[in-house]
């Protein structure tokens, strides 16, 4: 099952008014309407899952998935941004909810990037949250990485740390990572090797693979720069596969990047290949790659 029916006893654990305003909703899907307002009001608070949230998602899932691209493109990004913090508020939620939940994110997964896939160009804006909600979904963290955290507009400012936990601010720029404030200064995007690449594939259900025919022409047609190229040729390893959630950071970020170099623009591919630029604490001058940085407690 998709989705909770709307007379599922579960509804009464929550307030009385939510199925009939998911049906009123349904009548009448926007972005931009008072019910999503008062669906997101039920559901989510300044980065708490509220209770409702696990029963009503599934609800947005169905809806993003029966409406036009332009539509559709905004309800992806948010349910992307709420999901991506869903790990920490599930205790309390009934077994039931959370099965039918976590089906619905994995329909989520396959859905969303078929339409996305399906897109000659998205927008930069649009896609820097398209692309990672596909990994909230996938239950990786980069999601929560990417949409809780490292993208802030309007240039990405972020907190990053050294294993000694000393942060500080910066910006993440189509050039590379420099400290908040800093003039801009042109890195070069390392290159990956994937022989590098190992870890246990286990999505028997991948959703990924569609993005497979555009990152083939992409490589194939020869003039893009050996950096990059890495980590494209990266990506159709990880695209074959599918992505679980022990795939490791650096890689989500070579992932993440090469889908916005096919389908949006080279500057937002390269804020992610970025993610892999060494930074060095201001502190106490330890080096550490910057896709490191979150796990420090941020999660
Ligand atoms: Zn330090």
Redesign the pocket.
Known sequence: MLKLELDSKFWGLYDEKIPGLLESYSQNISTDTDELDEIMDYIWDAGTCKPPFYAVIPHLIYFASNVDFDIAKDLWSNIGIWVCRQEKFRCSVPEEVLSIFDNSLRYAEKKCAEVLAEQDQIDSYDALYLFPSLFSFSKHAFGYMALGSYKEEPEGSDITA?S?E?EYYVTVLPTGIVPYGVEEEPHIIPSVDSKDFEYPFENNNNGWNCFLDRIENKISNGTIPDNILSHLKLARIILANGVTPNLPMRFAFSLCGSLLYCQSTVDSACKMFHGWDVMK?T??G?EYPFYEHWSIGHY
């Open positions: 050294c000694q000393h604490c502190t106490c330890e």
